[in-house]
């Protein structure tokens, strides 16, 4: 868009549904969501259960996608996101989103998707290798339709996002500069807390995954936390507590890096003065893993447990969860078709609303009989 042009700020994010949200996703975005969505200064904000892509590589297994859209919703709601004040949806009911991925496609190059190292990774993860669904391999165009659909000028993602929002900036370029400027260009907005931009998971891999079994889900239990929490990776060397431990690497610092608060050592650990003190004693030896580990479990489960006790309520009703997703997906489709018919008009293929065209037209072959 033009500068000086007047321009809503908004916010445009989701999830696949392909199993409930995990700490990763909490602290990844899920809690920024909710601060942005509080913090009045944003327009619109939309919230995507984005069951279309992960059918990507679901396609054989359509249930799974269907069983886990309420599983994110009620995470969702459980952790805060507020319906008067955002607009959650689910992606296969806009329709218009594969249409514009349809007009998309013409922008980007094979190789471009190739080159793109999220997509890559995924391939890597999924074991994809030659037999990857084109579905998947064109993630980056959808995400753009997505981004573009709803004319976000901010999108709160993960670091490992960063390629995705890029392919949509040069999407949002070329389509600007060949046809008309329509479309907005997004800005990411990653995690301020660096341990927050990619937690790994609870085993020390470098990514929180179901797959993996390596995560700790908001949903989970007070008991299955601390299991978790418990069994966590930490310093391989570290076997006596007198022994010196190393801090790289150590997921449960990892941990206490993205969850720890000011008040959490007067609460729960009371002779450490801060995080830097904790460090500092486990690299000089004399503190324990379990002694970290409970201190973790303490933190955890004070974040945790109102998003347990709202999820419960929520569960009681889950008609209304699907009416709040219904009443979004009737907002978010409105919204995208307004975009779409913009698209259409710039790349002129709005041919019935082009009173001009059809003039035109029809004085060529008024003059041509004459």
């Known amino acids: 868009m033009k500068e000086g042009r007047e321009m809503s700020k908004i916010i445009l994010t989701g999830d696949r549904p392909t199993g409930k949200l995990h700490l990763g996703h909490y602290v990844g975005s899920l809690k920024r969501r909710v601060e942005l969505q509080n913090s009045g200064e944003f327009d619109e904000i939309y919230i995507m259960i984005a069951d279309a892509q992960a059918l990507t590589d679901n396609a054989d297994n359509p249930e799974k996608v269907r069983q886990n859209i309420i599983e994110v919703a009620l995470d969702y ?4 996101l507020n319906p008067d004040k955002c607009t959650l949806f689910i992606q296969s009911q806009i329709s218009e989103l594969c249409e514009l991925s349809f007009y998309y496609m013409d922008l980007v190059t094979v190789s471009r998707l190739q080159r793109n190292p999220t997509v890559k990774a995924e391939i890597q993860l999924r074991n994809f290798e030659t037999s990857i669904p084109v579905g998947f391999f064109t993630y980056p165009i959808s995400q753009a339709a997505d981004i573009t659909a709803f004319k976000a000028t901010h999108v709160p993602v993960g670091e490992d996002q960063e390629p995705m929002i890029e392919q949509t900036r040069e999407i949002v370029r070329k389509f ?3 046809y008309s400027d329509v479309l907005v260009e997004p800005n990411i907005m990653l995690p301020d807390n660096e341990a927050c931009k990619r937690l790994p998971g609870t085993d020390g891999k470098a990514k929180m995954s179901k797959s993996l079994g390596n995560c700790i889900y908001l949903s989970d239990s007070a008991e299955e936390v601390k299991t978790k929490v418990m069994s966590m990776y930490t310093d391989p060397d570290h076997i006596k507590v007198s022994d010196p431990g190393k801090l790289e690497g150590n997921t449960v610092f990892t941990y206490l890096d993205a969850f720890v608060k000011d008040d959490s050592f007067s609460k729960y650990l009371p002779e450490y003065e801060n995080l830097d003190a904790l460090k500092a004693h486990y690299q ?3 503190l324990g893993d379990v ?5 973790l479990n303490a933190i955890l489960e004070e974040e945790l447990e109102p998003i347990r006790a709202r999820r419960k309520e929520y569960e009681k009703d889950i008609p209304a969860v699907y009416e ?4 979004g997906s009737e907002k978010a489709r409105s919204v995208a078709a307004a975009t779409l018919s913009d698209v259409k008009s710039a790349m002129k293929i709005n041919y019935f609303e082009d009173s001009e065209l059809i003039r035109e037209q029809a004085e060529r072959f008024r003059q041509a009989a004459e």
């Open 77 to 80: 709601l459980s952790v805060g």
């Open 176 to 178: 600007n500069f060949i």
């Open 284 to 286: 000089a030896g004399g």
């Open 291 to 295: 002694k970290v580990k409970r201190f």
């Open 324 to 327: 709040v997703l219904k009443k």
